[in-house]
Nanobody, 124 residues
């Protein structure tokens, strides 16, 4: 069973930083891509970026390129989303997801496995 568990969310003041974690288990992820998404109330789920397990290469949405960074720790089978200079509009539930393939995609429906999400609230 593929299992993804996010952690690290919480309440932070505007201008602060958070690092979210996503621990993966259940199978080999060597030929997978891990994506980060977020969803605010009443809005569609938004793609932030993805990372390849094999070589660590990354791809970011325009909205995430400046302030967000995705990385991985192969030994811990964990991926991270470092978020800096947080703004109230960053408030959302943040999800990690995995797909098994050889190319990047930003489409929600292309990721069959998802974590439970972690709430990030940025106060003004």
């Amino acid at each position: 069973q593929v299992q993804l568990v996010e952690s690290g969310g919480g309440l932070v003041q505007a201008g602060g930083s958070l690092r979210l974690s996503c621990a993966a288990s259940g199978r080999t992820f060597s030929r997978s891509a891990m994506g980060w998404f977020r969803q605010a109330p009443g809005k569609e789920r938004e793609f932030l970026g993805a990372i390849s397990w094999s070589d660590g290469s990354t791809y970011y949405a325009d909205s995430a390129k400046v302030r967000f960074t995705i990385s991985r720790d192969n030994a811990k089978v964990t991926v991270y989303l470092q978020m800096n200079s947080l703004k109230p509009e960053d408030t959302a539930v943040y999800y990690c997801a995995v797909r098994f393939g050889t190319y990047y995609t930003s489409r929600v429906n292309d990721y069959p496995y998802w974590g439970q999400g972690t709430q990030v609230t940025v106060s003004s």
